[in-house]
């Protein structure tokens, strides 16, 4: 698939990055169409993924892609979650040539692009099945990094087929260097529970800083510990009469009690009734 040449072999930066993000881990069920990408099968019963395999189906899709004139007619479709950022990177609308990230989930689209003949570009996991699938990119779906990883090298390679990037520049777009991790998928939940960055006030310290005539000395400060001298403790506590007794505020008088002034109401009755 590379033709022989150098500049399109796999180096061991991009070998080391494919093993970071896990690409080559596959899963436990194999698809008899997908064998010939499997390298290995581990003890645990985990299949692996050929890298050097991974790499030149992926540069075949590149060039696949590249040799479309119209980036417009290229359509990528992904229903799979943490893939949407990384086909925000790499969006075309009308449909000449079709790249999905799973054929399980994007099943829908595969099979009506192969009712128009369109050619298909799909992400493929050990246990994906090929129907429909023209060029199959074996690699890690379980993976964001993995996902992200390959959709970063597919975009990359594409440009540098196109002339836009060089081996030499790397993936510097306007200036700027599209580093992989812009292709990864982030939680919208986890960025939500990053804590805020506090505003640096360095600039603002002078402002708060209130300038004083103050000068610092080396004497130590003098403290007044003089307290009022008293002679005698019970003179100056003794209470007379006339003060206890402008002290008590007056007491009203209490009330008459109710038998009283029902006796004296009783005698003025026997005195009205006295004449019948």
Sequence with gaps: MSSGLDVFNLT?????????????????????????????????????????KLWEKLLFAARAIA?????????????????????????????????????????????????????????CNTDSPLKFIDVAIPCNLKNKYSVGLVWWLLAREVLLLRGKISRQTGFVVDGKVVMPDLYFHRDPQESEKEE???????????????QTDFVATNEPVKLDFNVPHISDWAAASEWTAQEEEAQIPPVSAPPQPQQQQSQQGGSDWNAGTAGW
């Design 67 to 123: 040799a479309i004139e119209n980036p417009a007619d290229v359509v990528v479709v992904s229903a799979l979650g943490i893939a949407q950022r990384a086909i925000l990177k790499k969006n075309f609308k009308e449909p000449r040539l079709l790249v999905i990230s799973d054929p399980r989930i994007d099943h829908q689209a595969l099979t009506e692009a192969s009712y128009v003949n369109v050619p298909v570009i799909g992400f």
């Design 196 to 210: 805020p960055v506090e505003p640096d006030h360095k600039e603002t310290w002078p402002q708060a800083i209130e």
């Design 12 to 52: 061991d930066d991009e070998a080391m990055k494919l093993l970071v993000c896990e690409s080559h881990i596959g899963t436990k069920t194999l698809d008899y169409q997908m064998e010939n990408y499997v390298w290995k099968r581990r003890s645990d019963g985990i299949y692996i993924i050929n890298i050097r």
